[in-house]
């Protein structure tokens, strides 16, 4: 038998590992998904709806556990669809919706245990302020017991406040003054201390909201109450919010102490009545041809300007990001969007990164380019 000598030995080991290395070298970079090119700046989200949940659709499907590393059930965690009686709980599609997020490995953030909206009819049968308030625990507690250690953030309370600042004449502080408030967040608390618990609205960059919604969640924190997050509905358009107004409020809400969530995060390309109010959806106002100028299709102009919206609106992030624990898109696709219907019934709007065809659309592309460009500066 031929003996091989130490130094080929030596030798074959030193070719074998340079080998190995340069395979290593060569082996392919994880594809630029969002939830790849952004995994180390902060959580990207998604809404999803009934039909995204049960993965009826494999592109649709595919294209969530692909892009996304967090996701919100639309409408599916209301009380409307989750306590639609008071001794009856429908946890079917909730449930659902916690094993995707655990399927593709994901933060999966409940939203939300209370709104004045959407809510089951049956609340407002209580006159008693007392037997509202126990029934008001109870469907916190219960629901947070249920999801115990399968959420991992929740919105507790959602749009509690007025654009002034002032509280929501909302059927929560009607019977039980403002102490509903604190304690949403301290019966949550109570059920799953290690849940991160969010308050959650729209409007938040304007100025007398900002303060409204500052002084709110501070005087939860002075009780000793947790509140771990904002967050900040991101329904913008075209040319509004002002970049500064976003920015500065991301600064003042974490100077708070708590985390920003930037939520619900699309942007309109559709004009809108002078006298829309946010995101309550209550609104709604006639159509015209000016209210819905692209039926067909998003003219390229148009293209262009909602993808540098989307660029600028993510340089602030990147450049806060040590602020911001994720950020969540509301919905998929155009074609999926609220805002196809509100403020204004029967409109085409374009305000996601991919389009009816499920096709990432130059906006996707632009803030994947801006990561890319990010990465590249040199560390300060």
Request: aromatic residues 10%; proline residues 4%.
């Amino acid at each position: 038998m031929m003996k091989i000598s130490k130094q080929t030995l030596l030798t074959l080991a030193i070719f074998a590992i340079a080998i190995s290395c340069k395979k290593t070298e060569e082996a392919p970079s994880q594809p630029n998904t969002l939830r790849n090119v952004y995994k180390d700046a902060f959580y990207i989200g998604t809404a999803v709806n009934r039909f995204q949940i049960e993965e009826t659709d494999s592109t649709m499907a595919a294209i969530v556990g692909k892009e996304f590393n967090s996701i919100t059930a639309e409408n599916m965690m209301k009380s409307v669809h989750m306590h639609p009686k008071r001794d009856t709980f429908n946890f079917e599609i909730a449930d659902k919706f916690v094993a995707l997020g655990e399927k593709y490995d994901m933060f999966i953030h409940g939203h939300t245990l209370i709104w004045h909206s959407q809510l089951s009819p049956w609340f407002k049968t209580i006159e008693d302020s007392l037997e509202f308030a126990d029934v008001a625990e109870k469907h916190v507690k219960d629901i947070t017991t249920h999801f115990k250690g399968k959420i991992d953030s929740w919105d507790v309370v959602n749009e509690a406040l007025n654009e002034d600042g002032t509280l929501r004449n909302s059927i929560f502080l009607k019977k039980m003054g403002e102490d509903y408030l604190a304690s949403a967040f301290k019966w949550t608390a109570e059920i799953d201390p290690d849940v991160d618990l969010y308050y959650n609205d729209y409007n938040m960059t304007n100025v007398d909201k900002r303060k409204g919604a500052i002084r709110m969640v501070k005087n939860i924190l002075d009780q000793g109450i947790k509140v771990d997050g904002i967050g900040m509905q991101g329904h913008w358009h075209l040319n509004s919010p002002s970049l500064e107004d976003i920015e500065q409020s991301i600064i003042d809400y974490s100077e708070l102490g708590v985390k920003v969530a930037i939520t619900e995060l699309d942007v309109s390309v559709l004009p809108n009545p002078w006298d829309l109010e946010g995101a309550e959806i209550s609104q709604n106002f006639e159509n015209s041809e000016g209210m819905n100028p692209y039926k067909e299709s998003l003219p390229d102009s148009i293209q262009v300007k909602l993808a540098n919206r989307y660029k600028d609106i993510f340089n602030i992030f990147l450049k806060h990001k040590d602020k911001i624990s994720r950020v969540t898109f509301w919905g998929v696709s155009d074609g999926q969007s609220w805002l196809n219907g509100f403020p204004i019934r029967g409109r085409t709007n374009y305000p996601l990164l991919f389009d009816r065809d499920l096709k990432p659309k130059a906006a996707y592309d632009s803030i994947i380019a801006l990561k890319e460009r990010f990465d590249k500066q040199p560390a300060n």
